[in-house]
């Protein structure tokens, strides 16, 4: 069957054509690699380039596909770029621009932020914009996030600085290991109250589960509890390899003669490892779990499973 989106971001069944793998594009959804090659995709910078009339032209062009009325001579490489261009600026739920900055093809260009507006800042706003958006979000409840997310943010980093304080008291070997292991559960632990709070209206308001024809059954809150806990989980992923490879990678460049005559080009020549160490944990984090995840019915509230026939629902478990 084809699989392709509205400019609602639904997914509709039609016979066969060029758009025949899975919403993703020409990469399986069901494997990691597919997902990983999908969302390398995605995070493209070159989409935050993308002018109005690009996009409307791509939104135009799909559609034109859906309602079987193409014009003659597109290819199917200019079909999977237009989809391309769409799922990386509009929302999947709401079909309205993700503004620049909070795309996730937006995230690699904000890494040279100052730390502390990275994290109480930026990252909040993106997980409030790649939210599951099925349900509004009143503006009261999203201050009430946002405030929860910056604060739980704020008392993390508060309490490590505390901890490292207080770590010059100890033999330098023990502090040594301390400043290294310490930050990176101090991150997870804000990432994760970052979603929480940002994402917390999903836990009392439910999220909309899908038939396998795109249609609404019911708002779930099992499956909005599942969409936040893994999207929670690839947020504790995401700083691994930033905690771990710049470090490696900088004690062997440091040792090399050119740094050691030219000292003033360590901190940008850091700065670009770490932004592209972060350029590659973040599609190996989100690629963790599909986009549109999979549920059970029967799995699901009794009055969802008696709604449908359908065995597997779909649900926007967000980014």
Not at 51 to 58: A, G, K, M, P, T
Not at 68 to 82: I, M, Y
Not at 282 to 305: C, N, T, V, Y
């Amino acid at each position: 069957s084809m699989l392709i989106s509205s400019t609602k971001g639904r997914w509709v069944r039609w016979g066969g054509g060029p758009l025949a793998h899975t919403a993703m594009g020409p990469f399986q959804s069901g494997s990691f690699l597919g997902r990983l090659r999908h969302f390398v995709d995605i995070i493209d910078p070159s989409t935050l380039l993308v002018s109005e009339e690009r996009l409307q032209e791509c939104i135009k062009l799909l559609d034109d596909f859906k309602h079987h009325r193409l014009p003659p001579g597109v290819s199917d490489q200019q079909l999977w770029e237009a989809q391309k261009v769409k799922q990386a600026i509009i929302h999947p739920d709401t079909g309205e621009k993700i503004f620049m900055p909070f795309r996730m093809s937006g995230m690699t260009s904000n890494e040279d932020l100052p730390p502390k507006r990275g994290l109480f800042y930026h990252n909040a706003c993106v997980n409030y914009a790649n939210r599951n958006a099925t349900k509004p979000t009143p503006t009261a409840k999203f201050l009430q996030g946002y405030v929860g997310a910056v604060t739980s943010a704020v008392s993390i980093a508060v309490g490590l600085n505390v901890l490292i304080q207080k770590a010059n008291k100890l033999s330098p070997s023990t502090r040594m290991i301390i400043q290294r292991l310490v930050p990176f559960p101090a991150v997870a632990c804000a990432n994760i109250c970052n979603v929480g709070l940002m994402r917390h209206s999903e836990l009392t308001e439910g999220v909309d589960v899908l038939d396998g024809d795109g249609n609404v059954v019911g708002s779930s809150k099992i499956a909005a509890k599942h969409a936040i806990m893994e999207t929670a989980f690839t947020r504790v992923v995401l700083p691994m390899p930033i905690f771990v490879l710049p470090p490696i990678l900088m004690s062997y460049l440091e040792k090399m003669r050119f740094l050691q005559n030219h000292r003033r080009l360590r901190l940008p020549i850091h700065s670009l490892v770490c932004l592209a160490t972060f350029s590659l944990s973040l599609p190996l984090a989100i690629s963790l779990f599909p986009q549109m995840s999979q549920i059970e019915a029967s799995h699901l509230e009794p009055e969802i499973a008696m709604a449908t026939d359908c065995r597997v629902l779909t649900y926007n478990k967000g980014l």
